[in-house]
């Protein structure tokens, strides 16, 4: 009986995956590859002043896949399996939810839970930490931003998971309405608390003792020695229109589980608690008015 | 009532067994899908399973930056 929903939500993850895939595939590719163009462009006058120091300069870094397997093969595989995990996890918290809550229909249940996913592993973590373009974030620092990522995303999720539950007791006390609003109050409180005691990205000692003090890691103008600006800073629409398509995609994904699943799991959940309508045909067959 | 209670009992006893096949489910497909989560947004970054190799890294590079997975 499960299986039916997890195959069911399995599927359109990865159906809502390729979906946000084409998307980035359109429209934010372009502006990664300026991001890219930007670093190599950026390291190669980086590499001139260096050179005009007397340092030596390092090497080119040896590419494993071509921009063009990154681009299309790399970001879709991406894409449809992280499309599936996610399925993964919705479905699990939507047997849980349902199973407890049999009364709330199948789809409005899998648009809710589709909408708390976005706002808990995407939305809510993007706020402190937002998705940044290849040539924002400094490669030393890859294992305190995974770490601090990694966790505002757990809190963020589990801090939705407690202000749904006390939501559902409180609404028990002050009503739905002043329930729900004391509960998402809570969120915000707890949300917001995290986000002041974790570090800005630019914070972190290694990149205060290297690059000075900057609440982020997106790339300030490059200077020569006397202080004239020989490569400019990243480019601030390159940076919003990458964060944009990256919110956007995540949409795309998250509606298409929401909406898909809630409409495949309509036709599971009739087909299971009625299987006995199947025998009769004429109250099938008769046309409602309602419809 | 007290004719009640027994049928109730046997009631709870029937679905035990699809109960365990339902957490066997849950369980597999949590454990997978966090499993999934990790190499597709982690790996080979901040912690490596496979040693100082970026296969997994560099093929789903784009992806990490878009999904808003720290990269380098």
């Not at chain 1, 991406?78 to 199948?106: C, E, N, W």
């Not at chain 1, 409409?263 to 004429?282: C, F, N, Y």
């Not at chain 2, 709870?12 to 489910?25: E, G, K, M, N, V």
Request: glycine share 10%.
């Amino acid at each position: 009986m499960e299986s039916r929903f997890i195959y069911r939500a399995l599927g359109v993850g990865a159906l809502g995956g390729l979906l946000a895939f084409v998307f980035a595939r359109i429209f934010a590719e372009p502006f990664i590859q300026n991001a890219i163009d930007y670093e190599a462009g950026r390291d190669a006058a980086q590499n001139e002043l260096y050179k005009a120091a007397g340092l030596t300069v390092d090497g080119e870094e040896a590419e494993i896949f071509s921009r063009g397997l990154q681009r299309n093969l790399g970001i879709a595989t991406g894409m449809v399996l992280f499309g599936l995990a996610m399925g993964g996890l919705f479905v699990v918290a939507y047997l849980v939810v349902s199973r407890r809550f049999p009364g709330i229909r199948p789809r409005v249940l899998a648009a809710l839970l589709a909408a708390a996913c976005f706002l808990g592993f995407y939305a809510v973590p993007f706020v402190k930490y937002p998705a940044n373009p290849p040539a924002v974030g400094h490669s030393e620092t890859i294992g305190d931003r995974s770490a601090v990522y990694l966790a505002m995303v757990g809190i963020s999720v589990v801090a939705l998971i407690l202000a749904v539950v006390a939501g559902y007791r409180l609404a028990g006390r002050f009503g739905a309405w002043y329930g729900s609003l004391l509960a998402a109050l809570g969120f915000v409180v707890v949300v917001s608390v995290a986000m002041a005691l974790l570090p800005a990205l630019g914070h972190f000692p290694l990149n205060e003792s290297q690059y000075g003090k900057h609440a982020t890691e997106t790339p300030q103008p490059l200077l020569g020695p006397d202080g004239k600006i020989v490569y400019p800073g990243f480019p601030a629409d390159v940076l919003f229109k990458f964060r944009l398509y990256s919110i956007i995609a995540q949409m795309i994904m998250w509606a298409t589980i929401g909406l898909a699943f809630g409409a495949l799991a309509e036709r599971v959940t009739a087909k299971v608690k009625a299987p006995a309508s199947a025998a009769r045909p004429a109250a099938a067959a008769t046309p409602s008015p309602a419809s | 009532m007290s004719t009640n209670a027994p049928v109730v009992d046997a009631h709870d006893q029937s679905i035990s067994s699809p109960i365990s096949a339902r957490a066997l489910w849950l369980g597999g497909v949590l454990t997978l899908s966090l499993l999934l989560y990790y190499f597709i947004g982690i790996d080979q970054g901040a912690t490596s399973l496979f040693g100082q190799d970026s296969h997994i890294h560099e093929f789903v590079h784009d992806a990490r930056h878009f999904l808003g997975f720290p990269c380098h």
